[in-house]
């Protein structure tokens, strides 16, 4: 009893009570007698029977050494022998025990309520503008990303991202890379989700008692500040810079979600946070645009801090159609998106990288739910944008059709003034672009505002038709482009519309690309373009698609547009192939890369990474092509559908492959299917008299071409050397057989 008293009493003092020296004398009275009762009590325990006479004498010894030793520090105590200053320190010990309870019980609960609202997705308002947007939660659409560590093409599962940043090291942090509509702010989504849900699908998230999520488009310029941000009005109870010490008490995951964004507020945070990091165990998490590496790392190492890095890749193609059935589903369809489907799997090869978005998979979904007779005309990102765009104008035009204040305008009086909108709206993107910034400033909210209503217009209604609205983490909110491509379509779309007299700048008539350009940086453009390629790349596709939207151009812009993509980096054969597929051309633009880039020369070889760009490039193009010279084929035969397409538009330009490699099959152990068969041999059925060599797994099916010159082959079934020449014999067309 005496022992358990004792315990208690521990117990109440180190928890409850307030410390001074009159308690103290108090306590010291009671803990000596105590401790001299359960030194009668043991001594007692040593007259049992049980206990043997030759050991009786050894305990006694330890109890009168353990109990005086006791007395004296007790003494020693009631003598004053601990002085003021640790009883000081043992109060702030209590104090700061009593603040972190605190924080637990009225601060995370205000944390977490506020992250419930970060974790949504907001789809629609885009379409629906700025009211009945609604919120769903991440983890109803998340599905798998390709996420891949910096030691070359290693995939990292999302469970073990935590581990390229461990909780213990003060110098290292996590970087997170992707393009602009990749998924990074989706997969910050994810890890808040699994966080206030307490999933296990991150390994060690769980672990954290405190999340903190940053976006660097916000006002937030100090720590402290964040922790007000997300704490609510707890933090007034807290003294100057206490709430910090209490956080980083406890184990904490910061996430600062947009490095690409960061504005002079976020910046000083983002500075202090590495200097907090070097003292405080804190894990720290940071997504950015690859653009903005070399910035970054430049600025880190600087703090000496290390970096692990994750680049994210998007959705797998063997996870965007499950991607695309998610959102489907919480869209609140009925009908079956099997045809969608179909489309996606028609266009997956040829636009393979525009479908590695989730954004892009998102917006086709959307567009096919409201206007699915558009989506097969879509073959790249560009398209994919422009019929995303006329369906928000469709939609913003019908709402202002209803609107009190603007329903008196006649359908014609309504469009006309929405096209003075958006051609100020595309002017402020090509600035936002130079400037490097997805959000929108205040200051070119409130110039878009006066004008809307100089028009006449509700700006609140075609803000959010082109821009999202995002609510900060203050409770405030701003626009923003959804991602950074389409910031680049709407910079994109300013070009065609200045070159067709529809825009605003009286200048118009004797515009050209370039001149547009300079108008637009207010001076002569800069040598390099590197910046604003993926801009040109899209302007390029509208000037053609403008021939059947009512916006034609001259060819001599189209080749303008052209030479200036050269000046953005696009200026060998390989970088001209890698864009060529995202660009919607015309007969005479095609044969301008044609010949610009040699793509058709005795060095040509197609390839599985290039097919898609001469597929696009031969159907541009009305035959034959300039400077025609002997190909050769490398192929996968997996891919039997662009192997098909191509040697369709290989005969129409009447241009046969020199040497074929059918490479996976001749080096690998599987063997063609009945499909690959039949696209294998389509390859020699049409003028195939110029094939000279050819590599790949013996099919006696198809007949070999009569000049050929070079032959390898790998024997699926290992035929004895007699069927073997007798299959040779009824060919009767070999030439030289190779090793």
């Not at 010894?61 to 004296?72: H, L, P």
């Not at 904490?252 to 946070?273: A, Q, R, T």
Request: proline residues 4%.
């Amino acid at each position: 009893m005496s022992i358990t008293y004792l315990k208690n009493l521990r117990n109440e003092t180190a928890h409850n009570l307030k410390i001074d020296r009159g308690r103290c004398s108090v306590l010291i009275n009671i803990v000596y007698e105590l401790t001299m009762k359960i030194q009668e009590g043991l001594k007692l325990v040593m007259l049992w029977d049980g206990v043997k006479p030759e050991d009786k004498d050894e305990i006694e010894r330890e109890i009168v050494r353990v109990f005086d030793d006791t007395r004296r520090k007790i003494d020693e105590i009631g003598k004053g022998g601990i002085g003021a200053e640790v009883f000081d320190e043992y109060q702030r010990e209590i104090d700061f025990t009593k603040k972190m309870k605190l924080l637990e019980e009225e601060g995370f609960p205000c944390l977490k309520k506020i992250l419930e609202k970060l974790k949504s997705i907001n789809p629609l308002s885009l379409i629906t503008g700025t009211s009945s947007n609604p919120n769903i939660p991440v983890e109803k659409i998340y599905t798998e990303m390709k996420l891949e560590g910096e030691s070359g093409p290693c995939s990292v599962p999302i469970e073990d991202i935590l581990n390229y940043v461990p909780h213990d090291d003060h110098s290292r942090l996590l970087l997170i890379k992707g393009m602009a509509g990749m998924g990074k702010t989706t997969l910050v989504k994810k890890i808040i989700s699994d966080w206030l849900s307490k999933k296990d699908d991150i390994k060690g998230l769980s672990d954290f008692a405190i999340l903190l999520n940053v976006e660097c488009r916000d006002s937030i310029e100090s720590f402290k500040d964040l922790l007000v941000t997300y704490f609510g009005d707890v933090h007034q109870k807290f003294k100057d810079n206490e709430i910090i010490d209490v956080c980083l008490a406890h184990k904490c995951l910061l996430i600062i979600n947009g490095y690409d964004e960061m504005n002079d507020k976020s910046s000083k945070l983002f500075l202090e946070v590495l200097t907090l990091k070097k003292s405080r165990k804190i894990s720290v998490i940071v997504t950015t645009r690859p653009e903005f590496l070399e910035r970054f790392n430049n600025q880190v190492k600087f703090d000496y801090t290390t970096v692990s890095t994750i680049s994210l890749e998007g959705i797998p193609k063997e996870k965007r159609e499950e991607f695309v059935c998610k959102y489907y589903a919480v869209l609140g369809s009925d009908n079956s998106p099997l045809q969608l489907l179909q489309y996606l799997r028609k266009t997956m090869h040829t636009m393979q990288e525009v479908w590695e978005l989730p954004l892009n998979l998102a917006l086709i979904t959307i567009l096919w739910m409201i206007k699915p007779e558009v989506i097969s005309n879509i073959t790249t990102e560009a398209e994919l944008y422009w019929q995303f765009y006329l369906l928000s104008r469709s939609k913003l035009k019908e709402r202002l059709g209803k609107n009190l204040d603007t329903a008196h305008f006649s359908p014609s009086k309504l469009l006309y003034k929405m096209q003075e909108f958006i051609e100020k709206l595309c002017h402020e993107s090509f600035r936002a672009l130079q400037k490097d910034e997805i959000n929108i400033p205040q200051s070119t909210i409130n110039n878009l505002s006066a004008f809307c209503h100089s028009l006449g217009l509700p700006a609140e209604e075609l803000t959010g038709a082109f821009l999202k609205k995002v609510t900060t983490s203050q409770g405030s909110f701003h626009y923003s482009f959804p991602h950074k491509g389409i910031m680049e379509f709407m910079a994109a779309l300013f070009f065609p519309m200045k070159l067709t007299n529809q825009c605003w700048d009286q200048s118009v008539n004797t515009a050209t690309v370039k001149k547009i350009f300079e108008m637009l940086l207010g001076g002569s453009l800069p040598e390099n373009l590197h910046k604003y390629q993926n801009m040109l790349i899209q302007m390029i596709s509208l000037l053609h698609m403008g021939d059947e939207d009512e916006m034609k151009v001259s060819e001599d812009a189209k080749i303008e547009a052209l030479e200036l993509l050269v000046r953005s980096g696009v200026n060998d054969r390989d970088s001209a192939l890698r864009v060529l597929k995202n660009i919607k051309c015309d007969h005479s633009s095609s044969r301008w890369i044609a010949q610009r880039f040699k793509l058709f020369d005795k060095d040509t070889r197609i390839e599985d990474h290039t097919i898609d760009a001469y597929i696009a490039l031969l159907r541009a193009t009305d035959p034959p092509l300039p400077n025609r010279e002997e190909i050769k084929i490398k192929i996968d035969l997996y891919d039997t559908d662009g192997l098909v397409e191509l040697q369709r538009q290989l005969c129409r330009h009447l241009i046969n492959p020199s040497w074929i490699e059918l490479y996976n099959h001749f080096e690998g152990d599987s063997e063609p299917t009945v499909e690959e068969r039949e696209s294998q041999s389509r390859i020699y059925t049409v003028k195939s008299s110029s094939c000279k060599g050819y590599k790949g797994i013996w099919d006696p099916t198809f007949q070999i071409p009569p000049n050929i010159r070079e032959l390898w082959f790998r024997f699926k079934d290992h035929p004895s050397l007699d069927a073997f020449c007798q299959s040779l014999e009824k060919t009767k067309q070999i030439g030289v057989l190779g090793k």
